[in-house]
Structures are given as C-alpha cells and as structure tokens.
C-alpha cells in the first residue's frame, strides 16, 4: 500500500478515536505526525465543476487516440476543436494533473531509394543457384560501400 493511503487509513482512525483518546496519543502510537494530522483535518475535498470533468476525459481521449504523442500545442488545439476554451498554459497543467506524458514515436527512416528510371540487371540466374562447376557464377553485396555520392 502506497505511504499516503497508509496515511490516510491511519488519519481515518485517528479522527474515529479521538473522542476516546488524545490526539497526540492516537499520533505517537500510530507513527504519525501530528501536523500531518492537521493539515489533512483541515484539508478539504477538492470539488471540481463538471465542465472541468470534461475537459479532463477529452484530453485523457485525445491523448489516447494520438498513441501518446500529442504535446500541450497540439492538444490544446484539438480541445478548442472539441468547444473548449483552453489554452496551452491551461493544457500543460491539465496534463500534468492526469499524468500524461507524452512519448517520441520513432520516425520511419527510408534505407533503400530506387529510381524508377533506373534499368533493372538481367536475371543471369533464373533462380538456379546451384552452379554446376566452380567459378561459373559469383555474388556479392556491395550496398555498405561508401561513394562520393553516398551508399551504393
């Protein structure tokens, strides 16, 4: 269990006892601070309107549908899409709140270009790749050598 649901439990039942007994007993027994306590007593609820709720299940919705990776900019711009009025600083704090962080997709890097003007090499094989006799047929791959105009 997490510290601050420990926390919490404990709190709950010193709130519960503390017609009973002290509340610095309650806090010495239960390891707990008795400051702690207090600022958890007087801590209220936070109540959030339902047109935040909203905001926050579309953000969690279109971060989703982008696989994660739509920044503040790009999510701040599809939520006035969806008839929010948010802005980027508004978006990054949303954001933080729901924790949602976003990840770098890899780009697709292109290794091998073809011209299509280029001519295509004869097939010398016609798939027989058992050569009768030594030295009639040689192979070889030469595509990691470097030229002035790049790789072959």
């Known amino acids: 269990m997490p510290c ?10 010193i709130r519960a ?3 009973t007994y ?5 806090c ?3 390891q707990a601070s008795l400051s702690t306590f207090y600022d958890w007593l007087e801590r209220l609820a936070k109540i959030i309107c339902e047109e935040e ?8 919705q279109l971060f989703k549908r982008s696989r994660g990776s739509l920044g503040s900019r790009q999510l701040c711009k599809k939520s006035k899409e969806a008839g929010f009025k948010v802005g980027r600083y508004r978006t990054r704090s949303i954001m933080r709140k729901l924790k949602l962080v976003v ?7 292109v290794t091998t270009k073809r011209k299509h003007s280029d001519s295509v090499a004869d097939n010398l094989l016609n798939q027989q790749f058992n050569p009768t006799q030594p030295n009639l047929v040689w192979a070889g791959d030469v595509t ?6 790049g790789c072959i």
């Open 17 to 19: 006892c503390r017609s």
């Open 144 to 149: 990691y050598l470097r030229t002035e105009a």
């Open 28 to 30: 010495n027994v239960l």
């Open 103 to 109: 990840k770098q997709r890899q780009a697709y890097k």
């Open 22 to 26: 002290s509340i610095k007993l309650l």
């Open 4 to 13: 601050s649901q420990k926390n919490e439990v404990k709190f709950r039942y």
């Open 53 to 60: 709720l909203n905001i926050y299940r579309t953000a969690r």
